[in-house]
């Protein structure tokens, strides 16, 4: 009963952190509700043989307690055939419930599609602390928002830069892990347009708690056209604008690591279109505020992080943030 308690307790834990959005009891996608399905039932199966076994048991106890002015040993019961078979064979069927569609399952949830022409390609590379997404196919690079099609497959090649980390999005199904050096396959899809929280599942550092990320789950033709805005080279702002010196600093300051635009790769998180991302740093609201906090002391926020301290006086600050805000895609 204890162990029955903090299990729930457990489970509830689960809805208080993850709140109303989907999650792996409320999932929004084919892979998400066949992993459910096996929560259930387990768990159906599994409370089943616990109620049983407690009702059992709290029978014998009071039914064959110890009466007064009882003495010696009572009758005792030895050797059944009818008994053993009995308790063989339902244990013995209880594990095939499981087994069956927990094996079926297993093989169809690990079909590789990443050389179907159905599914969208997607290379998720896993950073101390945040998230990198390549789409092969069309030669883009992202960070921190993914953006899917719904109701299409996403072939997932999973990969990690530095330790070990694990790729997670509660409301679609999962997770697996992101190794360095070897590249790890699954696939996920999405029956609803929205927004997904995504979360680093494995122990990778001070900041893992931190590595979150977005899932932008978009109709086919808002995919199309993202993907289009993602391949426009980002224009450079014009000297005699506001905004030139923003894009000085950044030129300056930010450049050697991050790339603006959406078909160079980059060791640091590329900012195409960072402007219409949900987060900055993957976990605080994108404005200008926590923009400029996460610039001025990105150690305050995640703690590990290699974005270095850069040095700019207050007006630098501002000028710097003006200018991450205009990098909106087409
Ligand atoms: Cu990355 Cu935990």
Known sequence: VPLFLLFTLVLSGCSSILGDDPSPLNPKGSVGEDQLFLIKLSLFVMTGVLVIVF??????VIRF???????????????????????TVIPLVLLLILAVPMVT?????????????????VKVIGHQFWWEFQYPEHGIYTAQDLVIPVNTKIAFELTSA???HSFWIPGLGGKMDTNPGMTNK???????VGTYKGKCAELCGASHALMDFKVQVVTQEEYEAWVASMKEPSQAVNEQ???A??????????????AIDGTQPGVY????????????????ENNAEWIRKWIDDPQSIKPGTLMPNVDLTDDELDALTEYLQSLKLE
Not at 105 to 119: G, H, M, N, P, W
Not at 245 to 258: D, L
């Open 55 to 60: 009702v059992l048991f709290g029978y014998v």
């Open 65 to 87: 307690r110890k009466r007064k002015n009882q003495t010696g040993v009572p009758k005792q019961t030895e050797g059944s055939h009818v008994l053993e078979i009995v308790w």
């Open 105 to 121: 399952q297993t093989f169809a949830l690990a079909k590789d599609y990443s050389e179907s022409e159905e599914a969208e390609q």
């Open 186 to 192: 699954f696939y996920l899809d999405a029956e609803e």
């Open 241 to 243: 604008d506001a905004l």
């Open 162 to 164: 530095d330790v070990i």
């Open 245 to 258: 010196q923003g894009q000085e600093i950044f030129k300056a300051k930010c450049m050697s690591c991050h």
């Open 269 to 284: 998180p590329n900012l195409k279109g960072f402007a219409d991302r949900e987060l900055v740093a993957g976990i605080k």
